[in-house]
């Protein structure tokens, strides 16, 4: 079956770090990827998404290529805040467009 | 104002006491899905709903029962609680053509003793 495995953290960073979380799946054929993020207390909330592989998705600074060679959609940022800590969830979408699956999440916590 | 909404947000009950869940979004969504949420699992998707009357199981099914009478309200039906079904529960919708842009409530934490 399709599968989302991400780094599971937690990551901790310095304001204005680097970040990558690393994300790959299996899945048959042309799935959709996404990344979602929960801030404390709240439901989850589409950051971006890539819909085919070379896509890049972006949004508030974040970034994430769709690799179908590597199977890999890494989210990416360049200079962290502190209102970036969250969970971050990598997920896809099947062939169908119908079974979704996310991975396990991985927290991040920005310290000033 | 757009929104999924869900209710009860903090429930705890007893073994074996049938409860629902309601979910209700007002942004005319066909897609709507249940999804439980556990600590190291991410969300696992329960059930899902490609529009009214039309329902389909998800990777955690069991123990769970939906509906679709209405293209707004999806509740979650669990008939006969146990103790593993504690978790937080969130329902999320999306419309047409962006199946994976979903709308999420804000979660029902469910507590079984």
């Known amino acids: 079956g399709n599968s989302v495995t991400q780094m599971e953290g937690p990551v901790t960073l310095s304001e204005e770090a680097f970040l990558t979380i690393n994300c790959t799946y299996t899945a048959t054929g042309y799935p959709s990827l996404f990344w979602y993020v929960q801030y404390p207390g709240e439901g989850l909330q589409l950051l971006l998404k890539a819909t085919k592989a070379d896509d890049k998705g972006s949004n508030k600074g974040f970034e994430a290529t769709y690799r179908k060679e590597t199977t890999s959609f890494h989210l990416e940022k360049g200079s962290v805040q502190v209102s970036d800590s969250a969970v971050y969830f990598c997920?896809?979408?099947?062939?169908?467009?119908?079974?979704?699956?996310f991975g396990p999440g991985t927290r991040l916590s920005v310290l000033p | 104002e757009a929104q999924v909404t869900q209710n009860p947000r903090y429930l705890i009950t007893v073994t074996g006491k049938k409860l629902t869940v309601t979910c209700s979004q007002n942004m005319n969504h066909e897609y709507m899905s249940w999804y439980r949420q556990d600590p190291g699992l991410g969300l696992r998707q329960i059930y899902y709903?490609?529009?009214?009357?039309?329902?389909d199981k998800g990777d955690v099914p069991e123990g769970y029962k939906v509906s679709r009478k209405e293209k707004r309200n999806f509740p979650l039906i669990l008939e006969s609680p146990s103790p593993n079904q504690t978790s937080l529960y969130f329902c999320?919708?999306?419309?047409?053509?962006?199946?994976?842009?979903?709308?999420f409530g804000p979660g029902t934490r469910l507590t079984v003793t």
């Open positions: 997920a896809l979408l099947d062939n169908y467009g119908q079974n979704f699956v």
């Open positions: 999320a919708s999306s419309p047409r053509g962006a199946r994976g842009e979903q709308y």
């Open positions: 709903s490609m529009n009214v009357e039309v329902t």
